[in-house]
């Protein structure tokens, strides 16, 4: 949340308008018609929690936002969700991993390398076999 303020203070220092919506569950209707309504040119700040976001995401982009019209800010603890080279299985993990660390399938069992290599449709990280030494 401190990200949105900074970027909120910046807007209030050059003079800008901007408006605040707050959500305390799930995307609403209203957030829909309202975010439809917007002027051409409206840039879009979204900051909550990783499943949340994730709708908001979707929202904006049905809507016509495009990625240079939108900042998206996820709060909290991420999941990671590793696609399992062998088996194609993903694996949804909570600890923090990182490019090149080491895990195991959670449905083959085989040893996985966590690359930098991400697939939007799938939504997960590639895990390579790792070179056990």
């Not at 499943?51 to 936002?65: D, P, S």
């Not at 993990?93 to 895990?103: A, E, I, K, W, Y």
């Amino acid at each position: 949340m401190k990200r949105l303020n900074g970027i909120k203070e910046s807007l209030t220092n050059q003079s800008l308008s901007f408006e605040e919506i707050h959500l305390f569950h799930e995307c609403s209707p209203e957030v829909d018609i309202h975010l439809g309504k917007q002027k051409i040119g409206t840039y879009l700040y979204a900051a909550a929690e990783w499943n949340t976001l994730k709708e908001v995401v979707f929202l904006a982009k049905k809507l016509g936002y495009s990625s240079e019209e939108a900042q998206f800010i996820g709060v909290g603890e991420k999941e990671k969700r590793v696609f399992c080279c062998r088996c194609h299985f993903i694996s949804n993990l909570r600890s923090p991993l990182h490019t090149g660390d080491q895990m195991s399938c959670s449905a083959c069992g085989m040893k996985l390398e966590l690359s930098d290599h991400y697939s939007p449709i799938k939504e997960a990280y590639l895990g390579y076999v790792a070179h056990i030494e």
